[in-house]
C-alpha cells in the first residue's frame, strides 16, 4: 500500500519529469541559442531535411553522395522565426563543378543560384564552400522551403562526379 508521502513523491517527480521534458521540446523549436545545426543525411529523410534527389542523378559510396547529373535538391522544412541559413558544403570535383546552391523562388522549377562567400581547401582533395541564404525572400511552401546543389561538366572525364562529403546546415535567428 502507497502511503500518503511516497504518492506526493511521485506525484512530484512525474510533475517535474513533464516540465523537464517540455522546457526540452520547446529549445528543440525555439533554441536558446537562436541556432539549429542540422548535418544532411544524403540518403534519408530526416524530421527537417529531405534526402538529395533524384535518386538517378546520385550515387552512393560509403558516406559520399557522388552527383552525377544536375541539378539534386533538397527539401528544408524552417520554422518562421529562423531569418537565415548558413550552409557549409564540403565537396571534391571529379569532373563536374559546383556551380553553386541555389533555392525555389516561386512555385514550379523557379530557382535562384547563388556562388559561394567563401571556397577554402580544407585539405589536398576536399574543398568547402560556404553559402548564406536570407530565408525571408525564399519561396516557402507549408514551412518547405526546397534547395539545389548546382553543377556543371568540367570536362569529359569518365566519372564526371562531384563528390560530396557533408553539407551542413545552421539555422539562425
Do not use: C
Request: aromatic share 12%.
Amino acid at each position: 500500500m502507497i502511503t500518503q508521502h511516497q504518492f506526493n513523491i511521485i506525484k512530484y517527480l512525474v510533475f517535474i519529469s513533464v516540465i523537464i521534458l517540455g522546457l526540452w521540446l520547446i529549445n528543440l523549436n525555439f533554441p536558446i541559442n537562436g541556432q539549429r545545426h542540422i548535418n544532411l543525411n544524403f540518403f534519408q529523410d530526416q524530421p527537417m531535411v529531405s534526402k538529395l534527389g533524384p535518386g538517378d542523378r546520385l550515387k552512393q559510396k560509403d558516406d559520399l553522395a557522388l552527383i552525377i547529373d544536375h541539378p539534386v535538391y533538397f527539401d528544408l522544412r524552417v520554422l518562421p522565426w529562423f531569418n537565415q541559413a548558413r550552409m557549409t558544403l564540403i565537396y571534391q570535383s571529379n569532373g563536374r563543378l559546383l556551380d553553386g546552391m541555389g533555392y525555389q523562388t516561386g512555385l514550379g522549377f523557379s530557382f535562384s543560384v547563388i556562388k559561394p562567400i567563401s571556397v577554402k581547401e580544407i585539405d589536398q582533395d576536399f574543398s568547402e564552400a560556404l553559402f548564406i541564404f536570407d530565408l525571408n525572400k525564399v519561396f516557402t511552401l507549408r514551412n518547405v522551403t526546397r534547395f539545389l546543389i548546382a553543377s556543371q561538366i568540367e570536362s569529359k572525364n569518365i566519372e564526371n562526379e562531384l563528390i560530396i562529403k557533408s553539407l551542413k546546415i545552421n539555422l539562425l535567428r
